[in-house]
Every structure is written in C-alpha cells, then in structure tokens.
C-alpha cells in the first residue's frame, strides 16, 4: 500500500513470512530471507518485530537447547521434536497432554511447552540428507 511505513510493510512481511513455513526459522534465517525483498533490513528489525509478535501472543518462541531460538506463528496447542540428526524443529501431529492435574498444589499453570528430543521418522531411516 502507497501510505504503508516501511517499518509496518516489513513488520507484516515478517510475520507473514512466519505463516507462510513450518520450519520453525530463527531470526537469522528470516533475515536471509526477507533481505532479498528488503535489501536494507537489519538483523535488529528482525529481533524487535519478534520480541513484539511475542509479546502479542502471535508468535511463540521455541528453545530446543541448539543455541538459537526458533520461532513458530502457530499458537495452538501442539508439541515438537527435535531431530538431534537433522537439527529440523517439527511439528507432532498428537493429541494435547492433560499437564494441569499433575502439578504439585498452589501451582496453576496457563500453557506448557513440551520438545521430545531424538532421531525424527525420516533420520531413522536415513532419509535425510
Ligand atoms: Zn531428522
Ligand atoms: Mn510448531
């Protein structure tokens, strides 16, 4: 749109792009991808438009423990393995574990993340390249 910022034309490109994949991308990946469409974009528009979309409940943050945190536009209840062969963040398709009546007394809990850790299906049969 014509009277569209350029902040706000590249805060709708970022989560935009974020809907758009299921890769679970990190900032980084991001930045290389929307520099083709913003050449000027910088790595911290990126980190501030996540910290906000987070904030906002439109994104959640995922640490699986590589050292980079993921990012994932779905919100809803869903849990995530992550391949310690091909290093892919992916989505389980399981129902919601019922956590809320296993914690200890005095503790209410308003939602859980949950990452299984091993060899995903395609690793294990070598599928992966
Ligand atoms: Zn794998
Ligand atoms: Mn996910």
């Known amino acids: 749109m014509l009277n ?9 490109a970022i989560l935009a792009l974020l809907r758009s ?8 990946w991001l930045f290389s991808e929307l520099k083709k469409e913003f050449p000027n974009i910088g790595l911290a528009t990126i980190y501030r438009n996540l910290k906000f979309f987070e904030e906002q409940g439109l994104v959640i943050k995922i640490d699986v423990g590589d050292g980079f ?8 209840d ?4 992550f391949c310690d062969s091909c290093r892919k963040v992916i989505d389980l398709d399981m129902p919601p574990l019922q956590f809320g009546e296993v914690l200890p007394d005095g503790f209410s809990s308003e939602h859980h993340q949950l990452v299984f850790f091993g060899k995903c299906k395609n ?3 070598e ?3």
């Open 21 to 28: 994949t299921k890769l679970h991308p990190t900032a980084d």
């Open 69 to 76: 945190d993921h990012y994932d536009a779905d919100t809803s």
């Open 123 to 125: 690793c294990k049969l």
């Open 4 to 12: 569209q910022s350029r902040h706000s034309r590249q805060r709708e």
């Open 78 to 81: 869903h849990y995530h393995f």
């Open 127 to 129: 599928l992966c390249s």
